[in-house]
Every structure is written in C-alpha cells, then in structure tokens.
C-alpha cells in the first residue's frame, strides 16, 4: 500500500478554502493586492465599511448637525452601543462592556477601583511575563494606592495566590509566545482566594472564545485595533461583572460617568451600571470607524473563529517543519489548544527573517531578540496564504541560515 | 449738532466685516448654509481640510500601510507634533505640549503628578464654580493618594492658598458666565506659597492669548474640540512646563510614556521630556482630523483672533441691550477683558429662548436653569452673522416674555 501523503501543498490548503465557513467573509475587508498580511494581531485590516462611515460621520455629522449630533446621532450613547456589540464577542452581557479611553487608562481605572473595593489587601498579582504597558499600568495604580504589585513568574501564580491580593491581572494571550493562559482555573483560583480576576484580552478579543461570563470573570480591558480591526489607536473597552458594577467606583471620575451630566452637579454622584466608568467626552469620530469596523463580526460564530484560527496556526506550524532550517524554531505552544491566534519562532537573525518574508509580501513582526511573530486573523486569511507565508518564511530562514 | 447714531445695523456690521483681518480666513471652514453657528464653545465647525485627511489616513494609511504606518506615517510621533502645533497657540514652547486623552483623565494626570511631587502638601484647591468635569477628576486624583480636594468660592482663592497646597487647580473661563480668572495672578499667588499652577484651557486654548510661559505658569489641559475644531470628542492636550517635567512623574504610566518602548522592559523608565506623560496607543484618525484642522491657525496671529472676539461679543452684549426685553439680561462681565470668548444671557424661559433661536438658525446653548450660552469662534464668524444672531434671540425673547 502506498504511503498516504500527509505534506502541506497549495492545493491542499485550496481545498480547506473551499470549505472554508468564513471565506465568503473576506469580502468584508480592503485587502492590498499581494500581501499576505500576518500581523492582524498587531492592527487589524481595513474593514469595508468604515471609509463610508467616517465620511459621514465627518461630512454629514460632525459638518451639518455639529452640536446637536450628540443627541441626534447617537453619540453619547457610543461607549455603551459599541460595549454592547463587543460583548457578545467575548460572551460578556449587554450593560457590561464600554468603549473608551486607551487599554492602559482602562486597567489603571480598574485595578484602582479594585483596589479601592478591596482596603483590606494592597496586593495587584501579575505575572512577569505579562505586556509592559500592564506591567507599568498595574503597578502605576497601586502605587497610587500604597499597594504593590507582585510580579512572579507564569507557573508561580496559584502559589502566589493568598487573601493579601486583591486583584489577579493577567493577558490572556502572551504577546511574545501566543500562549494561552489558563482563564478559567485562575479565575477559579483567584476567586478561592477572595481575589478579583481581571484579564486583558488584547489578543484573544475576536480571536477566539473568552467566555467572560462563562467563566465568572470580574474585570477585563482591551484594544479594538488588533482582531476587532477599530483602526490606529482605536479606542479600548473595559468590561466589569454586572454583579460587580454597584460595588466599584471609577477611581478616574469625569463628567460622563455622572448620574446626570447635564445638571452640572458639584457633587459626583456615578451613573446606574457601566457608565459610571466612562470618564470624558468619548472619540466620536474614532468610535464610528470601530462600529463599521465590528460590521465584519455580524452573524460569524466565535467558535467558528477559532476552529479556523487553529487550523491556519496548525498549518503554518506544520509548513515550518517541514520545510524550515533546524535553526528556525516554534516558540509557541504546538498544542493548538493552549495557543491564541499567533505563530512566534525563533530564529537568531529573526529581523532579518521578518524584513526578507516582507520583502515578498508577507507581514509579520519582530520581537527583539530572537522573534518573528505571524499572526492569524480569520476572518480575513485564508489557507493558501498562510501555506505561502510559511513557505516564503522558511525559504528566508534558510537563506538566512546558510 | 445732531447726535451721532451709534447704534448698531446690519450695514454697520458688514462694515466691520469688510475690514475684518480675519474674513480671509472663514472659508477654511465648510459652513452649513442659513446656520449662525454661536456654539463653537462646544463643538467647533468642520475646517475643509478634515474630509480629505480622515480619508487618506483611512483608505491611505490604515487600509495600505497596515501596521507600518507606524512608522512610515509619522503616528507615533503624532501626539508631540500636535502638541507642538497647539503650543504657539497658548503660548507654550515646543515639547512642552502633548495630545492624548480626555480632559478628565489628562487633569487627573497632572494633579496627580503634582501630589506625588510635593508629598508634604495634601491639598489641591479650585473653585467653586468650576466645570463639574474638573471637581470629579481632581478628586478622584486627590482621593487616590489620600489627599484633599479644597473647594472654595472664587473670591476667596487668594486667600485659601497656603503652603498646604500641592496645586491650585482653575479652569481659566467660566463655562457658564465666560468668567476669566486672573491667570497671571493667581499663578503668582500660587507660587508665593509654593504651590503649582494649573489651568483647563478648554474654553480659551484657539480664542485667546493664554502666555503659559510668559506667565510661568506649570501644567495646564484643555480640550481640542471648541475652538480648535478638533472634531467630536477630539483627544485633549496636556502641558507641563519645561523646568518641571523632569521633576514629575506620570502617574497613569503606559509603555509609549517608556523610555525604549520596544525594548518591552519589564521596567518602568519614564521618556525623557513631555512624552513621558503619554500612556498608551494614541487615537491615529482623532489626531489626523485635529492635524488637517489645525490648518485653520496658520499664519493666524492669536491677538487678532482675541480683538476680533472681543469686539463681537461687544456687538451681541450692545444689540441685546438696544432690543432686548427687560428679562433679557447679561450674565456675563460686560468688560471685555474680563471675559472669554463667549456671552451668557440670564432669562426666566432660556430654553425657549434658544430653542426659538435655533428654529431661526442661530445655534446656542441652554444651560440649567436659566442660561443661554452664545459663543464667537472669530475664525468663521462675521460680525454680520453676530448681528442678526443678536437681533433673532433679542426678538425670541421678546415674543416670550409677553
């Protein structure tokens, strides 16, 4: 019997494009001619919708209604539509998620308020892995606060869990390695404790199934401009427990979280729900763009996401293998299951590496030392370009490695 | 000798308006026909260079670029190189201005800065009267590090400032009277016992000279939406003075503020100068609409823009008082200087006054219980449209106070 043939070849990739249940959602994203764009998980690509809605937001908007777009256009309920929209993504509840501020500004307003909820315990547990804007963020708060945040390392944390903290913040997905924490048993864990768990979904919003409400998460932020594709600096969203929502203060108050703004009242008296951590006068013309933005998400299950988020990430891992130098490494889980959206290897000339696969059009990124990050955004990828992309990234790294 | 007519028509507006040093500049502006816009003190008109900048950093920058726009088309750079082109206009030197943020979050910011600063001062003191915004935020600040919000009322600032004091923390015009404070002196107050200077500029930073340096004074935030014409919910700016940034540190650090941000350090070491109070990913379609809109500002002396505002709310306040019901009467300082760029009317039904103004295309605003607001953004106003703005409310009213 001759052997079954297991290889990765263009065609066999074209045949999972061909049953692919998000491919007639490509059409849903601007797409350059000849790239192969692996960095969504860095800035999302351009969704369809958006230069229409930012023309109008501006010309007919901002230029025709001026003031009065904040009561005839929606405006001011921008933060809670749009929270409400991402919520489903991240199997949160209406009245749950908001949309404002940056993804650093949002953790520091949530761990300040746990903090503040919490005067029995000044410790912020972190994890030493964890980005450094969170790292720097966290530890911005409790100093505010005279607590202290705990770094140790990812496998210490169930230890380093005790009734001192109060809070447990960690990135769901690691932004160097792509793994995946464990969400739901360090929420579990954190909870035992007394703690509250709060987790920064940068890079699993839109990627892949968080189930925030599932799991009985407390508090959780993140950025819109990587899979949720909001644009540049889209704004982030903050997500609080609906149970939760009565016993926080927003430690950074400002006049939209007020019960009644326009009493300009002397006394702050916080708004009913999630709009008591709203701040200031939201980005209107930046929240548009993330509404026509999140028009690519309509009627695609997360779980379909992530089953082919696995797949693509299957795929390129096995690409690699077989076709990379021995120099060319997999840094990231090889079980698709404690992996996020992201590819990173290793490889001792890893810039050179990325700029090469750049060169022929395929993007990624470089993380100082040693690391090519390629990340795979479902919604607009397909097979065959991700089997390129991992041919192109190995032929570079071989050339490389001569 | 017959007396000399003084009172004010059309054809003695339009003569103004044929000798005005800024009628050249009106057509920066794309005006809605028949609308006498009188609240670019909330939200300032679309300058004509917005619409093609959103969508060039649209359909150019995010939807080509992707993720190297970053780099290739100055984002990362832009919230100091607005701050830069915002610094001639309050007169502030050239890195002393950053854009990023709400107002809310950059005030809370910079007294936070200052009490961590000046540890041996628990007290930030403002006034009474000013924006509801200001009082929460500067709270939230003082309340974080178990300091002391001191409200007093406006008279009695001088002599509340003691050495208790870490900032005296003022918004420089009155959101509902136009009100200006004594900048200049109560900066000077405020450093004869030690204490910094702190002024919101969301109602003067675009309509008149502010000279932060000429007056020493330390930190200042505003928003760019009024008279900078930023567009809805633009980001705010922040200004620390040259001298004091090495002294203060950001509270709300984020890795944009770090020092080698992609050297993703794990810890905190705050950028030299005023990039070390940026937090995190700016807003790239806010900040291009606020760079097209800038545009308006070149070549565009500051004095100019304060005579001619000066001189239209002496027209409005002279028609009000000529045409004007008895219960029509000026909230505002009837002198000039002592006042911002716009004039409040006091009447018994004021939310139909406005409301009847606008019907006839003049756009104010109401504030509870009894207040019309009218602002003069000087760059797209004629003092014709000025003119007939004063005579409809001054009919408006009339008709209601029968």
């Known amino acids: 019997m001759p052997a079954v043939d297991t290889a990765w070849s263009i065609e066999r990739a074209r045949a999972l494009d061909d049953e692919d249940a998000l491919g007639g959602i490509r059409h849903r994203f601007l797409r350059p001619d000849g790239l192969v764009y692996l960095d969504g998980n860095s800035l999302g690509m351009l ?88 790292l720097y963020a966290a530890a911005g708060a409790a100093r505010l606060q005279g607590a202290e945040l705990r770094v140790v390392d990812r496998s210490e944390l169930p230890a380093a869990l005790d009734e001192d903290v109060a809070v447990c913040c960690l990135t769901q997905v690691d932004f160097r390695t792509g793994e995946l924490h464990d969400l739901p048993g360090l929420t579990a864990a954190a909870h035992e404790v007394g703690a509250l768990a709060l987790f920064d979904l940068c890079h699993s919003a839109g990627a892949l199934p968080v189930g925030l409400g599932e799991h009985g998460v407390d508090l959780a932020v993140g950025c819109t401009y990587k899979y949720l594709n909001g644009g540049p600096g889209s704004p982030s969203f903050l997500y609080v427990r609906e149970g939760l929502q009565g016993e926080l203060e927003n430690p950074l108050p400002g006049w939209l979280g ?37 028009d690519a998400f309509e009627g695609v299950s997360i779980d379909t996401v992530r089953a082919k988020s696995e797949r693509l990430g299957q795929l390129f891992i096995e690409v690699i293998d077989d ?23 290793e490889h001792p000339r890893a810039g050179e590496v990325v700029a090469a696969a750049a060169d022929k059009g395929v993007v990624g990124d470089f993380r100082s030392p040693g690391l ?31």
């Not at 949309?99 to 909820?117: E, H, M, P, Q, R």
């Not at 390629?374 to 071989?398: C, D, R």
Request: net charge negative; glycine share 8%.
């Open 323 to 345: 076709l990379g130098p021995a120099s060319l490494t997999v840094a990231s889980p090889r079980e698709a299951a404690r992996r996020g959206s992201q590819v990173s290897l």
């Open 47 to 134: 969704p369809t919708g958006v230069p229409e809605a930012t023309r109008r937001v501006v010309e007919e908007e901002w230029g025709r209604a001026l003031i009065s777009g904040w009561t005839e256009c929606g405006w001011m309920e921008a933060p809670e539509r749009l929270g409400d929209r991402i919520a489903p993504i991240i199997g949160a509840g209406p009245g749950e998620v908001l949309v404002a501020d940056t993804t650093s500004v949002a953790l520091a307003k949530l761990v300040g308020a746990a903090l503040a909820a919490r005067r029995d315990r000044r410790v912020v547990l972190t994890s030493a892995d964890n980005f450094p804007s969170d």
């Open 258 to 294: 007020h019960e009644t703004p326009f009493d300009f009242d002397r006394r702050w008296r916080p708004a009913e729900g999630i709009r008591r951590f709203l701040t200031s006068t939201p980005p209107i013309l930046a929240l548009t763009a993330l509404d026509a933005a999140l």
């Open 372 to 402: 090519c990050r390629f990340g795979f955004a479902p919604l607009y990828l397909s097979y065959a370009e991700v089997f390129q992309a991992a041919e192109l990234v190995s032929a570079a790294a071989t050339s490389l490695s001569d």
